[in-house]
């Protein structure tokens, strides 16, 4: 059985491999130096404290590769649900193969046994690979990473660590239920990916954030979390502040939520942005008065800060094995499903 | 002999339609049996159950003693060749071979070689290049060289021109003299089985109509012409098959065990072709007096 899911399966498995030894190389060719020119960078910027310009230069300069690479990584777990997954049943049922190998002396448990074992660990291994190859070399790019880009946003969580291995077994596993399911390739793959779409939109926003309890703090407001301040000269004056998706001492923290509460920790204004009342007409607040910095300086004084709750970057790696576990649990649950179903209900 | 096939009230649902109902029969091991039926009479039904690719959801069936596919041993006592000679068409016939004998507790590897190099067959080709009729042998070679004490085989001719059909059959009859196992062969058409067939089972409208060894189906069934009579005036053991009348004559098919002695009949034999008939023209009498109650 090991040598017929073999001699089917070596052609794409092969096509796949090639594919990624090539991506290993250019990412071995390229990571070195990039890391080389990142520490090069640090080492001159923190001498003159330019370092936040330095992130913005270093990260714009290479930003196509990396939205790429995470665009990859994110997209190879779907590739195995759809072309290895969905056809794994679907396809034998509809050339009618599987009444062929079905019949040699050889029972549908072990066939689906060997088959989901070889080709999902294949495809695990393999995401798994690609995952760990792409967070290595844009770790430099994940320190300068403003915080929407960061290693613990939503988008780029998923493209790191060992995350994807979890993603490509559950997206393979998903891939054969949808195929027997359905017992017609194409809908069974667009079912597939439908299906793993709703589970990476519905993951970061409904579950992940709840992986561990999140931190609720409150900051003074300054450069790491004010976006932009807006003096307003008219209702008597006020200042309008919007806030970052950052905290101050927790650089590349997920922040779920940050709000403006005033000195008796009162909410001010709604997702993150709020007026505060202040004199715009003298004092440090004044058009004549240069710079906002003063004037941040005074709204602090008044008690003003920004109240935030969220996931620290320290928590990165925890977070990778719980949802790398969900994951594996998912998997294991469909694969329960289709071991009852090919001997119960199939055909 | 011991029964190779055994079913009791079989049944099997299709949704809301029975594709195979009230099936009892009885296989004796030893035979080669004719399984014919009109499209859609329940012929692949039956097959997939005895093979274990369906579950039945009325009645037991046993095959060689045991449950269909109720295991590698049972799987391996019984091969299948189902309808449209399934093969994969991205491996060669090599493959195929191979597949067999990775697959399968006993395998005769000479007897697929010799039989792939009698058929002409490249074992280099893609089976997706062979034609219908080098595809059926293909899959026919993998159900022989099992060397199942059982094989069932599903339309394997339907879709084959005469003379592949022919060989087919060719190559069937001679496994089944060399090495002796019993075999279920399905056809819409009597004339195929004719020749192999020893056995036979009618099945029209998923019930089972008749089976029998065909010897004894040829000796048992008559074909009376004579002036128009009513059939409730024919002897009590004459059990009619199917009846036409035109205004002055009736036509019978009846199956009796004793001799007819009736001289006012013109009592012809059948053959096995307008013995089928019969059953299956039965069942269109009936479906038109129902058609013309209703109205």
Redesign the interface.
Known sequence: ?I??TW??FRGSAATTAALLVVLAVVLALTGPRLAADYSAGIAACTQDGTCDRFYDRFFGGHETPFVGLTLVVLLLPALAGLFWGAPLISRELE???H?????????RSRWLAVKLGLMGLTAATFAGLCGLMVTWWSDPLDKSAAENLALMAPLVFGARGIAPMGYAAFTFVLGVTAGMLVRRTLPAMALTLAVFAAFQLAMPLLVRPHLMPPITSTFELGKTNVDSIGINRDQGGFVQILLKSAVPGHGGAWVLSADLVDASGRTVGTGGEGAVRISTTSGPCAPSAAGGDRCIAEINRLGYRQQATYQPLERFWPFQWIETGIYALLTLGLSWLCFWWIR?RL? | MNAVLQAQGLGRKYGRRWALRECTIDLPAGHVVGLVGPNGAGKTTLL?LA?????PTAGTITVLGGRP?G???Q??R???V???T??????SVA?HL???E?????WDAAMARDRIATLGLDPAQRAGRLSGGQRAQL?LT?GLA?RPELLLLDEPVASLDPLARREFLQGLMEATAEHEFSVVLSSHLVSDLERVCDFLIVLVDSRVRIAGEVDRLLATHYRLTGARRDPDRLPADQHVVCARHTARQSTYVVRTDGPIHDPAWTVTRLGLEDLVLAYMDQDTVDRRAALEVRR
């Open positions: 059985m040598w017929l001699r089917q050339a009618g193969t009444l062929m190998v079905w019949n040699q002396s050889i029972t119960r055909s | 997939k093979s274990g690719q369906l579950e596919a295991g590698p041993p799987l391996a019984v091969g299948f189902a309808q449209d399934p093969v994969y068409a991205g491996l493959d191979r597949l067999g990775r697959l399968n507790l006993r899959a993998l099992k």
